[in-house]
């Protein structure tokens, strides 16, 4: 069974400081990994996914990699904004014929002013 | 494009009613619909995958008598909570695929459930 597990918990910066999130995954056989965004008692917002067979996507200030052997992404966010302030939720998702996703508890980013 | 509306946003009910919630996917076709719950800062978890036109898929765990989901449509599913208890109070989310596996999911912007 897939576990994912997102550290820091929480988090919180002043705002331009460059941050690395955290993710890791227990089975490696996944199709794909996902960042999303969740803004408070809101939906989730796709950040960005990364094949398995990719090693980093990247979409503006924001840039996620994928070690798959070893089990681990990270979202990379560069000078960050107070609109950056959120959760930010991995999710791996399985092959096969079942393509779940599997969330992360997610990380509460504060980036303050 | 790929936006995903879910109605009603809130609804407050009282124990032992059934309370339905809709997932419509407004500018494609979604070949498959995901029904997630989230309790606070916890995560997402996925109750059940539905294709359009047969029965849906449960994870382990969720009772499929009791939360109904019907996949009426390439661009309507519902999920229905019957005789609703104050442990079923969660916010409900729903995500649909129109390339399954190929491009992520798009999700709505959640349900919350108060049962009283």
């Known amino acids: 069974k897939q576990e994912v597990t997102q550290i820091p918990a929480a988090l919180s910066v002043p705002e331009g400081e460059n941050l690395v999130l955290n993710c890791s995954f227990t089975?490696?056989?996944?199709?794909?990994l996902q960042w999303f965004r969740q803004d408070p008692g809101k939906g989730l917002t796709s950040l960005l996914l990364?094949?398995?067979?990719?090693r980093e996507q990247t979409s503006g200030r924001l840039n996620a990699s994928l070690d798959k052997s070893s089990g681990r992404s990270t979202l990379y966010i560069a000078a960050s904004q107070p609109g950056d302030s959120a959760t930010y939720l991995c999710?791996?998702?399985?092959?096969?014929?079942?393509?779940?996703?599997?969330f992360g508890k997610g990380t509460l980013l504060t980036v303050n002013p | 494009g790929a936006v995903v509306s879910q109605h009603p946003s809130w609804v407050i009910c009282k124990s032992g009613t059934s309370v339905k919630i809709e997932c419509r996917s407004l500018?494609?076709?979604?070949?498959?619909m995901f029904w997630y719950r989230q309790f606070p800062k916890q995560s997402l978890m996925l109750m059940a995958t539905?294709?359009?036109?047969?029965?849906?898929?449960?994870e382990q765990g969720v009772e499929k008598d009791k939360f109904l989901i019907n996949h009426a449509s390439l661009t309507l599913s519902t999920l229905t909570v019957t005789s609703a208890h104050p442990e079923d109070s969660s916010f409900y989310i729903c995500?649909?695929?129109?390339?399954?596996?190929?491009?992520?999911?798009?999700f709505g912007p959640g349900t919350r459930l108060l049962v009283l």
């Open positions: 500018d494609f076709q979604a070949t498959t």
């Open positions: 995500s649909a695929s129109r390339d399954r596996g190929r491009e992520t999911q798009y």
């Open positions: 990364i094949q398995s067979s990719q």
């Open positions: 539905s294709n359009e036109g047969s029965k849906a898929t449960y």
């Open positions: 089975d490696s056989a996944i199709y794909n």
């Open positions: 999710a791996a998702e399985e092959g096969g014929s079942n393509y779940k996703l599997t």
